[in-house]
């Protein structure tokens, strides 16, 4: 007489359809968004990066041959964590940064983030504040996100692993959740050396204090001086 499955072994199977089918949805190598708390900060996590900068560093592969251009990883979310049509940017948190094989390095070139035919911005090694991206779309109407923007560098790209700092967050008129903490997107090109080291110091640098300008530094030194002598001045009148 053949078994007849109980209530609770299907819905304990149904459960399990529905979990794989979710898991599936997020693509192995992406950066995972979340908005744990209503209205709070979004989340990265994801990545192999271990350690104190978990869920903040993910890594990519230029090609081996030209051109430099890869869209990975990319960016993925569950159904329901953004309410429909909600928009999500991306902002260049600091300069980019980049490992030669033995140090940290200035590069000589920018990377660019572009998505679709109209949108890009670059970053390079002397942005020391960032600067603005654009929004790169809309969450979808099951309140999911799942986007692949390129990453490009010029042809002329010397072989090292570069660093891109971003942030994420939302876009005029969305209020559903608030800019993510600064995350690392690291590049590998050709074969520098000790891969391993130059993106632990990449994650170091990104998220240490930027590095201000050269004339910023002196401007900002210059008024500590200023305020010290004044601090000095009314001492001296009032003793």
Not at 32 to 61: N, Q, W, Y
Request: aromatic share 10%; charged share 15%; with cysteine.
């Amino acid at each position: 007489m053949p078994t007849i499955p109980s209530a609770g072994s299907l819905l304990f199977a149904a459960a399990l359809t529905l979990f794989a089918a979710t898991a599936s949805a997020q693509h192995a190598g992406d950066i995972v968004l979340s908005v744990p708390e209503p209205g709070g900060k979004l989340v990265t996590s994801g990545g192999d990066f271990t350690g104190e900068f978990a869920g903040r560093v993910f890594e990519g592969v230029m090609p081996p041959s030209l051109p430099y251009e890869i869209d990975a990883p990319g960016f993925d979310s569950l159904t329901g964590t953004f309410s429909a049509g909600d928009e999500i940017r991306f902002d260049f948190a600091r300069e980019l940064l980049y490992w030669n094989g033995s140090s940290l390095a200035t590069p000589a070139g920018r990377m660019t983030v572009s998505y679709g035919s109209s949108k890009q911005a670059s970053v390079g090694g002397t942005d020391f504040e960032g600067l603005s991206g654009y929004v790169i779309s809309a969450a979808d109407s099951n309140g999911a996100f799942h986007k692949h923007p390129f990453f490009s560098l010029p042809d002329t790209a010397a072989d090292g692993v570069y660093g891109l700092t971003l942030t994420l967050g939302p876009g005029d008129g969305t209020s559903g959740f608030t800019t993510s903490d600064p995350f690392l997107i690291t590049m590998l090109v050709g074969n520098p050396g000790d891969y391993n080291a130059g993106v632990a110091a990449l994650a170091d640098a990104a998220f240490a204090a930027p590095v201000p300008e050269p004339a910023a530094g002196l401007l900002a030194a210059a008024a500590a001086v200023l305020a010290g002598a004044r601090c000095g001045r009314r001492r001296r009148r009032t003793a």
